[in-house]
């Protein structure tokens, strides 16, 4: 799945292209960034590990910032259709229900 995502960061709008891998759990989202703040923070690709119900931890979650930029990207994914179709097309996490 490929889509075109709208978020505010650090009250900046921002547009990123996101790329889901949803082939294995967890599942990557593949964020491909255009702002020049998030690419000189971060890089042009932030790479969010997911169960689709949460942001799983990650190695460089260390990095000043990004477990809030992942989150901030994940809840406006959250928000789109294409995050209820990916999710009713794939297998139920377990323990999830589907209010969640």
Same mark, same amino acid.
């Given at each position: 799945? &490929?889509?075109?995502? &709208?978020?505010?960061?650090?009250? &900046? #709008?921002? =547009?990123?292209?996101?790329?889901?891998?949803?082939?294995?759990? #967890?599942?990557?989202?593949?964020?491909?960034?255009?702002? #020049?703040? =998030?690419i000189a923070k971060y890089s042009d690709e932030v790479v969010i590990k997911t169960d689709l119900l949460k942001v799983l931890p990650k190695e460089d979650d260390y990095i000043d910032g990004i477990v809030e930029l992942r989150q901030t990207i994940f809840n406006a994914f959250t928000a789109t259709t294409e995050y209820e179709q990916t999710r009713s097309r794939l297998p139920k996490v377990s323990g999830a229900s589907a209010s969640t």
């Open positions: 799945m &490929q889509l075109h995502l &709208q978020f505010t960061y650090n009250n &900046q #709008p921002c =547009i990123c292209e996101v790329l889901l891998d949803s082939s294995a759990l #967890p599942y990557y989202m593949f964020t491909l960034h255009t702002n #020049p703040y =998030i």
